[in-house]
């Protein structure tokens, strides 16, 4: 086989693009034969810094911005429109590119959130893969509910902020509607439509990547071989171990020397997200939970955007205000109140003993792959049905809450915050002893012999069995 290009279209905010790039280092390192175009899209909201690569086989291409007219809400139509208005510019870079390099395509990997993008790959004449970023479980929640939806009828809204549970193959356990992601309900800003077009166009699509591995989830991996579904291969824990998300060298080395000079296992590392943050009330009760814990902690604490704008939280200029009078004064000797934080770097610690997190996947995998035991407590998007999973199906993970949600006026007390420190700090666990098992798992996934090894060695040769293929159709 000739040299061939595969085009990768992440969703541009930072997840998901360290995420395509990892997994297009994978590919290009296990076959040479395969470059990789990664199209960087300009999302209002990101500003996509530091995104490199020592490949030779692996380039970027940044499109401009576009012109999107309602962007005052982050909602399923604003999504829908800003990736329609980019796909007469990726159709233009796909052009300039097969154009200038004479290259030979052989299909297009585009995000989950990106399968307008596969209407480009028509076009093209190649077949398009879709890269999930999430686990193998929301997806299979996500492909039976669109199944209920469109062939049975199911209104969503029966489990809105209800205790009502559903069966759905890819969880062991019943999962009840105050778990399911908070845009299944949102009709008027179009969350739930653009969730159900997205799935409706993943059956489409030649094969799922999903950034998950075998042992991890064997129970969902195993609920998605059918043959209504694309075939489907679990290849990670794709994991950026290098790039930062925002902060700087400075701010990292002042926490990285406080953490050097506490004890091994000992520290609770609190961090939500990109998009985690909170009002005074609840601000005030973790600070009262982290206090009477006793726990030694590292809180990454974030100012929430103003109210009814589209934005990410920034660190606070005086986060005393903020905080209940004298608490940094009496935790100073065990704790430490920061704004931005290295998260990788944090959980690699080996001071670190337990991760307050909001469960997005990327910060699941971490957790897994460096050995933490995770306390729950998810803020938004699939984060409270990630956490039913790691709490209730996998025994992987403790709770503080599993049906939080940041569109709620719930404040989580300091007793509850404090008995979900004291189970996530028990040395003796089950949970902890799981996450050891886990991780030496995770590490030997990715190497020759490994499942995940395995499974993307098998997606190149179906991707090579389906060119050479359309080439003797050709020849013929």
Known sequence: MEQTELVFIPFPMIGHLASALEIAKLITERDPRFSITIIIMKY????????????????????????????????????????????PIV????????????????????????THMIDVADEFGVPSYLFFTSSAAFLGFLLH???????????????????????????????????????MFDK????????????????????????TFIELESHAVRSLSGSTVPAVYPVGPILNTRMGSGGGQRDASVIMSWLDDQPPSSVVFLCFGSRGSFGADQIKEIAHGLEQSGHRFLWSLRQPPPKGKMDFPSDYESIEEVLPE????????????????????????????????????????????????????????????????????????????????KDRDHVVSAHEIENGLRNLMNTNSEVRQKRKEMQKISRRVMIDGGSSHFSLGHFIEDMVANIQCKQQRRDT
């Open 188 to 211: 008027e800003s179009g969350g739930a439509e653009m969730l159900l077009y997205h799935t409706r166009r993943f059956r489409e699509v030649k094969g799922i990547l999903v950034n």
């Open 326 to 405: 004298g608490f940094l004064h009496r935790t100073a000797r065990i704790g430490k109140v920061i704004g931005w934080a290295p998260q990788v770097a944090v959980l690699s610690h080996s001071a670190v003993g337990g991760f307050v997190s909001h469960c997005g996947w990327n910060s699941t995998l971490e957790s897994v792959w460096y050995g933490v035991p995770v306390a729950t407590w998810p803020i938004y998007a699939e984060q409270q049905i990630n956490a039913f999973q790691m709490v209730k199906d996998l025994g992987l993970a403790v709770e503080i809450k599993i049906d939080y949600n």
């Open 44 to 87: 209002p909201l990101e500003s996509i810094d530091g995104m490199d690569t020592d490949s030779d086989s692996i380039r970027f291409v940044t499109l401009p911005p576009v012109e999107i007219s309602s962007s005052t809400t982050p909602s399923g139509f604003f999504l829908s429109e800003f990736l329609k208005a980019n796909i």
């Open 91 to 114: 159709r233009d870079a796909i052009h300039d590119l097969t154009r200038s390099n004479s290259v030979r395509l052989a299909g297009f990997v585009v995000d989950m959130f990106c």
């Open 145 to 183: 509910l669109q199944f209920l939806h469109d062939y049975e009828g199911l209104d969503f809204n029966e489990f809105k902020d209800s205790d009502a549970e559903l069966d759905v193959p890819s969880f062991v356990n019943s999962v009840p509607g105050k778990v399911f992601p908070s845009r």
